[in-house]
């Protein structure tokens, strides 16, 4: 029996897509989208009110970056996830599938969470829309001359299986601490703490948590 590999690649992603990510993201607020656990995440902020080095983005609301990275780096929010998320769908759609110019330093990021779910939407769809049109055929084909050029000599099918790698990571960070139907104030600390140990946050969660009146519960497992 013959393979469709265009059909495997397409697979890779989506059944995390459909079953991880796009589900716990139904109904996301605002509040959760620029929740932060703790002080000083990257996020995305209002024009001019960013604490970040460098901030990149075309319209109201700009994307906190900063070079060389931090070490450790900071713990990112929603929106910061989703954003990275959606600018990169977009890069990959203008190189290679018609879509319009993107760029990260140059990109409308959504100033709420009902936009950048339409965004998210809009770049998959175009993306996945644009991976199963290439069939078998396109996925061995080199990637040539257009972005990114470290894959200019590698078929099309290594580029997109990095891609779908570096979506499922931010999709599975996400549906981790999206979990229905708590607030994100009163997420379990357990769930989050392995993920802050390392930066040292431990205690600024907890406080964060005491802070908007989260449980005893919650509060005793911080400690």
Request: hydrophobic content about 35%.
């Amino acid at each position: 029996m013959d393979t469709d590999w265009n059909a495997e690649v397409v697979d890779q992603l989506e059944s995390h897509w459909r079953h991880q990510l796009r589900p716990r993201l139904d109904g996301l607020t605002d509040h959760e989208y620029f929740w932060q656990p703790v002080p000083g995440c990257r996020t995305i902020s209002r024009r001019a009110e960013s604490s970040a080095p460098v901030s990149f983005g075309a319209g109201e609301f700009t994307m906190d970056y900063g070079q060389p990275r931090p070490n450790p780096e900071p713990v990112t929010t929603i929106a910061w996830r989703l954003g990275h998320l959606i600018a990169g769908f977009a890069e990959s759609n203008a190189s290679h599938f018609g879509g319009p110019p993107a760029d990260v330093s140059t990109f409308t990021y959504a100033g709420t969470a009902k936009e950048a779910l339409e965004q998210l939407d809009r770049e998959h769809g175009t993306y996945v829309q644009g991976v199963r049109s290439l069939g078998t055929t396109g996925l061995i084909r080199p990637q040539g001359s257009k972005s990114p050029p470290e894959f200019a000599d590698a078929p099309m099918a290594k580029l997109f299986l990095y891609i779908n790698v570096e979506v499922i990571h931010p999709v599975c960070a996400v549906a981790r601490v999206v979990q229905r139907p708590v607030r994100p104030c009163l997420v379990r600390v357990r769930r989050l703490r392995w993920r802050y140990r390392h930066w040292g946050a431990r205690a600024r969660l907890q406080a964060r948590c005491s802070a908007r009146g989260g449980p005893r519960r919650a509060r005793r497992g911080a400690g």
